[in-house]
């Protein structure tokens, strides 16, 4: 996969991960949405199993891509 901002080959990987939002604000304490936040992405696994998503990365832009679809969104 070419990087769709510097056009250099991208390296294939895993975002290894536990529970995790994407959010339009910072969360200090919870990885819960607040009642009227927006929000995307809501990525978790079951507390004692390794959880990834299959990703992309540019080694020279370090720009990060994956691909979220199968995970709960409000969009």
Do not use: Q
């Amino acid at each position: 996969m070419k990087c769709p901002f510097c056009d250099t080959e991208m390296l294939a990987g895993y975002l290894n991960c536990g529970t995790m939002i994407w959010s339009e604000r910072k969360h200090k304490v919870s990885m819960l949405p607040g009642l009227k936040e927006k929000y995307a992405l809501h990525l978790e696994a079951p507390l004692l199993h390794p959880h990834y998503i299959e990703s992309h990365i540019c080694p020279k832009c370090k720009k990060l891509i994956l691909d979220a679809s199968d995970y709960e969104n409000n969009l």
